[in-house]
C-alpha cells in the first residue's frame, strides 16, 4: 500500500474532525460569535467537513472513506479485509490531530464556557435521552444510511460528472443529521467520536468534567454495526 493512501485518510479525517468538531465548538463555546445558531448550523457544518475532508483524501490517492465503519462496510461488501486495519488506524490518528486542532483553535474560549457538557460536545458526541440500546439502534440505523447512501453515489453506473461525488456525499451527511442526528449527535463515525474523546481527556481544558467513557462504546459498536449492515446489504443486492 502507498503511503499517500494512508496519509490521504490521515490528512482527510483531520481536516474532517477540525472544520466538524470546529462547527460546534463555534455554536456551543462562550463568546464566539456564532454562539447559539443552532442544528441547522452543525449540520451544515458537517456536511462541509465531510466535503473537504474527502476532497483533501482524493488529492492524495486515498478513497476517502475517512471512516472506520465505511471502511469495514466496504471490506465486508467486497470481502477484502486487507485494508481495514491501516485506513482505520490513520483514520484514529488524524482524528485526534483534528481534535487538537480544534483546541488550540479555540484557546481563550474554553475558560469562556462554564458547561462541561458543551465543551465535551466540542470534541464527541452525548445522546438527547440516554438509553444505550436506543442509542446504539440511532447510530446503526444513521451509519447504514451512510454507507448505502455512499455506494449508491458511487455505483458501477460511471455516470458522476467528475468531482460531483463528494458533494453528493455531502448532501447525504447533511440530510442524515437534519433527519436522524436529534437522538444521538449522528457520530457515524468511530474514529471522530472515539479519537476527539481521548484527546478531550488528556487536555488540560479548565472546569471539562468528565469524557463519559461509559457512552463511549455507543458510537463504536453502533457505526460498525451499521457498516457491517450496509455491506451485508450491498452483498446481497449487488445493485451497485
Not at 448505502?148 to 451527511?173: K, N, Q, T, Y
Request: net charge neutral; proline share 6%; aromatic share 12%.
Amino acid at each position: 500500500m502507498e503511503i499517500n493512501v494512508l496519509l490521504g485518510e490521515f490528512f482527510g479525517t483531520m481536516i474532517l474532525v477540525l472544520l466538524g468538531n470546529g462547527v460546534v465548538a463555534n455554536c456551543l463555546l462562550g463568546k464566539s460569535k456564532a454562539n447559539g445558531s443552532g442544528w441547522m448550523v452543525i449540520s451544515s457544518g458537517w456536511a462541509f467537513a465531510v466535503l473537504v475532508g474527502v476532497f483533501v483524501a482524493l488529492a492524495f490517492g486515498a478513497p476517502a472513506h475517512i471512516n472506520p465503519a465505511v471502511t469495514i462496510g466496504f471490506a465486508v461488501s467486497s470481502g477484502d479485509f486487507s485494508n481495514v486495519l491501516p485506513f482505520v488506524l490513520s483514520q484514529f490518528f488524524g482524528a485526534a490531530f483534528g481534535a487538537f486542532l480544534v483546541y488550540f483553535h479555540f484557546g481563550p474560549h474554553w475558560k469562556e464556557t462554564k458547561d462541561e457538557g458543551l465543551i465535551l460536545a466540542c470534541f464527541s458526541t452525548g445522546p438527547a435521552i440516554r438509553k444505550k440500546g436506543a442509542n446504539i439502534l440511532s447510530e446503526t440505523i444513521a451509519t447504514f444510511v451512510l454507507v448505502l447512501g455512499v455506494a449508491a453515489i458511487f455505483d458501477s453506473s460511471g455516470s458522476l460528472a467528475p468531482g460531483l461525488g463528494p458533494f453528493l456525499v455531502a448532501g447525504l451527511v447533511w440530510g442524515i443529521g437534519l433527519s436522524l442526528g436529534g437522538t444521538t449527535g449522528y457520530a457515524v463515525n468511530p474514529a471522530r467520536d472515539l479519537a476527539p474523546r481521548i484527546i478531550h481527556a488528556i487536555l488540560p481544558i479548565p472546569g471539562k468534567g468528565s469524557s463519559d467513557f461509559g457512552y463511549s462504546l455507543v458510537p463504536v459498536v453502533g457505526p460498525i454495526l451499521g457498516g457491517v449492515a450496509a455491506g451485508v446489504f450491498i452483498m446481497l443486492f449487488p445493485v451497485f
